[in-house]
């Protein structure tokens, strides 16, 4: 079975600007979720998607929205890009067969640089 | 709120050595979930360990060993003779049931190198 993948690997972007990271999460799983790492704030959890719906949302601005698709996949988006949104996004799945605080899987990330 | 405290930032040992990484947790609910993952310098975060409030067995897999005690809020990870692939990063996270879901609350990670 396939993990979870992340695309770009890497990214640059300019202030202002914004930009979309994608998650594929592992085939039949259907909770996806998206967590900040950066090295002053460490690993902060964005928000939660479950059959498409938002679930939970961490203490984030408005500008960092996401969605998840029929299939499972999401995407989240950031707006106006700041430099502080400078970070690796991790997106984890799990397979959410009734359960809740579950293991997760995460994939590799995608390293976001704001310039 | 929930709270998680890696007090050890960084870690250095020889290989061979027994190591201890500290986590102390913070929650108002009677139901929670402690996880360990581990990061290795790929990125991802790989499961480890998960542990509900109710159970305070200690557990062993191999050379990792967890010890879970409530009354102190602790739930420490003990490698035994490390190698140097146990470099990594290790993170302690908690998740509450009251939350519905998978969202977890991160301690600040444990930085470990071992040196051959």
């Known amino acids: 079975k396939a993990g979870v993948t992340q695309t770009p690997r890497y990214l640059i972007k300019t202030r202002g600007q914004q930009v979309t990271l994608s998650c594929s999460p592992i085939?039949?799983?259907?909770?996806v979720s998206w967590y900040q790492q950066t090295p002053g704030q460490g690993l902060q959890f964005l928000f939660e998607?479950?059959?498409?719906?938002?679930?939970n949302k961490g203490n984030f601005p408005g500008r960092f929205s996401g969605r998840q698709f029929s299939n499972s996949r999401s995407e989240m988006n950031v707006s106006t890009l700041e430099l502080g949104d400078s970070a690796l996004y991790l997106c984890a799945s799990s397979p959410q067969q009734g359960g809740t605080n579950e293991k997760l899987f995460f994939g590799s990330g995608t390293q976001l640089s704001v310039l | 709120a929930q709270k998680v405290t890696q007090a050890q930032t960084e870690i250095s040992v020889v290989e061979k050595e027994d190591v201890t990484l500290d986590c102390v947790y913070e929650?108002?609910?009677?139901?929670?979930?402690l996880f360990w993952y581990k990061q290795p310098p790929s990125g991802e975060l790989v499961f480890l360990i998960r542990r509900n409030s109710f159970d305070e067995q200690n557990e062993i897999s191999g050379r990792y060993s967890w010890n879970f005690q409530k009354s102190t809020s602790s739930f420490n990870f003990t490698i035994t003779a490390s190698q140097v692939v146990d470099s990594a990063v290790y993170f302690c996270a908690l998740s509450e049931e009251g939350n519905a879901g998978n969202m977890l609350t991160f301690g600040g990670g444990t930085r470990l190198m071992v040196k051959p």
């Open positions: 085939s039949g799983h259907r909770s």
């Open positions: 998607y479950f059959s498409e719906t938002q679930r």
């Open positions: 929650t108002r609910d009677t139901t929670y979930y």
